[in-house]
């Protein structure tokens, strides 16, 4: 997990969105897999990085709808049974059928993890997935995903306004300001120790 | 009493259009605290309108001596004005000026040539020329709506169309919903037009063939005629449209161009 922090402007969510290619990069490359990702096609990329935005932006229909729609636009129809296994793992037991409209914004985002997921991404972008969440919400949604990270073995890179938040969730930090890269480490020395960040 | 003030019928028409013009103005100024910028857009859209139409039909008078298929010309001309005016309200879409001259072309052109193949508009002028520029004029408006309401559809969704590119979709795939949503509006008019026939309104044409002597019965079949004719060139037009706006909103790497 690598927490990408910086102020705002830096270009923490543009950095995510060049990765899932949703923006060109002006000059640059990116690679993956050690290969230029020019030569990929768009949607093979999409398909193994997934991205969950700050907010959930659920489709009209049915949550079991949402959940399928990736893997749909990739040709695989997905069962109710592992539609109903994956709402299983985010806590949403039961929900197949509800309209998106009648969830809270923690659950929201939950079937937002859900349907990223479902596309079996090697790698997870995640834009400040929390930052339009209350406390209890923010706290519920950072457990589901450090866990759905370990045990998927997912890539994943947050993109987050909160040091703390960096600190808590990545084993490296990545620290950008006004487009560039001022320091790549772990936590702490990218971050400083506790009481430093706690005073910045 | 305009007959006996004005026996002259130009100058009465002058004076008719004076009285309609003003009319509208006192409306816009009426409600001027709801729409402020139509007192200026207005007036001036009423001496664009008439000029152009006196200028229609002076071209009329001289090609109606003329060999009949100058009237080509003539639909053809408009069909270019109607996508210059399209153009102004799609602001936002890149070459949304050739997408609305292809668009109305085909769907105002394919379905005149159907109608005039098969002998339901006679070619000849004095009828091509003012059943032509009915469709393409109604299938102008139709592509307006289209165009603003999908534009407007489209910069609501930033969001909702994006995830759904970062899950892998096509753009087709990502815009279709709100693509239905901007078809079936636009059509509204169309289709409530047909639906209202007779008995919310009677159109100018029938009313103009029954005041030149047609057979009421007949001039209702006719207008019936027409109003489909209209429906079909702005659904085809709308069809057609749908498929190129697509293509001009997203760069080649299924990014989107569009947005607030």
């Known amino acids: ?200 | 009493m305009l007959e006996h003030l004005f026996p002259n019928q130009l100058a009465r028409g002058v004076v008719e259009c004076l009285i309609a013009a003003l009319t509208a103005i006192a409306v816009i100024v009426l409600a001027r605290r709801r729409a402020p910028d139509l007192l200026k857009e207005v007036p001036l859209a009423q001496l664009r309108g008439l000029l152009q139409i006196v200028a229609v039909g002076a071209i009329l008078a001289a090609l109606l001596h003329g060999p009949q298929w100058t009237s080509i010309f003539v639909l053809v001309g408009m069909v270019f004005a109607a996508a210059s005016i399209v153009r102004k309200r799609a602001k936002q879409i890149p070459g949304a000026f050739a997408l609305a001259l292809i668009a109305i072309g085909v769907g105002a052109g394919s379905i005149l040539a159907i109608m005039t193949a098969t002998g339901v508009i006679p070619l000849r002028i004095l009828v091509l020329v003012p059943v032509g520029s009915m469709v393409i004029a109604n299938t102008m408006n139709t592509q307006s709506l289209f165009l603003d309401r999908f534009r407007g559809e489209v910069l609501a969704h930033v969001g909702e169309i994006e995830s759904a590119l970062a899950l892998g979709a096509s753009p087709e795939a990502a815009v279709a919903r709100y693509l239905r949503a901007a078809f079936r509006s636009s059509l509204i008019p169309a289709v409530d037009n047909i639906r209202s026939l007779g008995i919310v309104w009677i159109p100018g044409i029938m009313a103009g063939m029954v005041l030149s002597g047609a057979s009421p019965l007949f001039a209702a079949l006719y207008q019936f005629v027409v109003l489909s004719t209209i429906f079909s060139a702005s659904a085809l037009a709308c069809f057609v449209a749908s498929y190129l706006v697509t293509k001009r909103i997203f760069s080649a790497h299924s990014q989107l161009l569009l947005r607030a």
């Open chain 1, 1 to 200: 997990m690598l927490a990408i922090v910086g102020p705002s402007g830096a270009g923490k969510s543009t950095l995510l969105r060049m990765i899932n290619r949703l923006d060109e990069p002006t000059h640059g490359a990116v690679y993956f897999h050690g290969e230029d990702y020019r030569g990929l096609s768009t949607s093979t990329l999409r398909r193994s990085i997934g991205m969950v935005m700050q907010r959930a932006y659920l489709f009209p229909g049915t949550i079991a709808e949402n959940i399928a729609f990736g893997p749909q636009q990739h040709g695989i129809n997905i069962t109710a049974e592992q539609i109903a296994d994956l709402l299983g793992q985010v806590g949403l037991e039961g929900y197949a059928q509800r309209d998106p409209l009648t969830l809270s914004g923690g659950e929201a985002q939950r079937v937002a993890i859900t349907r990223a997921l479902a596309n079996q991404p090697e790698v997870l972008l995640l834009d400040e997935p929390t930052s339009a969440l209350d406390g209890v919400a923010r706290s519920e949604v950072e457990r589901l995903l450090e866990s759905l990270i370990r045990e998927r073995h997912l890539t994943c890179l947050w993109v987050t306004h909160s040091p703390e938040q960096a600190r808590t969730m990545g084993d490296r930090v990545l620290r950008l300001d006004a487009g560039h890269m001022t320091a790549i480490g772990a936590p702490d020395k990218v971050l400083g120790q506790t009481s430093e960040a706690s005073r910045a």
